[in-house]
């Protein structure tokens, strides 16, 4: 986008409640490829040269997966001091460091996904096991699942994600072929 400030409008699936989130593009170079339909952004709060180093971490953790199949599609990285109000608002899940609006062809990720606190570290490291790098791979695999198989589930999401990690493709079918084998069952 041209604009130096965009107005990205996330509102929950189920959700009657809508943030509005004022975020800036983040202009990279072409150091590592990824499809000209995918932007990234920050939200105005985050630390300008933050923003940039974070934008840059996250393009190379997505550069090995099929990020053609997304289409269009933008990145917010929003900061810590705000997440848990924003997922919050959106009737989400406040300790998970990532989510994804299908209908909005966006995915936000909290900023602890690239240099967290130590509080923040321990909570992340019970919930999912892992910190740092692993940790945003799981988030960034997760969320390619929700929005390259247009996946709602979580569970789906997860698998697609860990499909993602092992092979670096995914066969989004799976997920119509199991709903099958469990109705049947």
């Avoid at 983040?26 to 000209?36: E, G, N, Q, T």
């Avoid at 062809?105 to 909290?110: F, P, V, W």
């Avoid at 979580?154 to 994600?161: H, I, L, N």
């Amino acid at each position: 986008m041209k604009s130096r400030l965009l107005i990205v409008i996330l509102s929950a699936a189920c959700a009657a409640h809508t943030q509005t989130l004022r975020v800036v593009p983040v202009h990279l170079d072409a150091s590592v490829y990824i499809p000209k339909a995918i932007e990234f952004f920050c939200t105005m709060d985050y630390d300008r040269k933050a923003c940039l180093k974070d934008s840059i971490t996250l393009r190379r953790a997505l550069a090995p997966y099929p990020l053609d199949r997304l289409g269009a599609w933008s990145f917010v990285l929003a900061p810590s001091d705000d997440w848990k109000n924003l997922v919050h608002s959106l009737r989400g899940d406040p300790t998970s460091p990532a989510f994804s609006i299908i209908e909005q062809r966006t995915t936000a990720l909290e900023s602890s996904l690239f240099s967290a606190t130590p509080s923040r570290n321990e909570d992340l490291l019970l919930t999912f096991g892992v910190i740092g790098n692993a940790l945003l791979d799981l988030a960034v695999t997760h969320e390619l699942g929700h929005g390259i198989c247009h996946e709602r589930d979580e569970r789906w999401a997860d698998d697609y994600g860990r499909e993602l990690r092992q092979t670096r493709t995914v066969d989004c079918t799976k997920t119509s072929r199991r709903k099958t084998a469990r109705a049947l069952q």
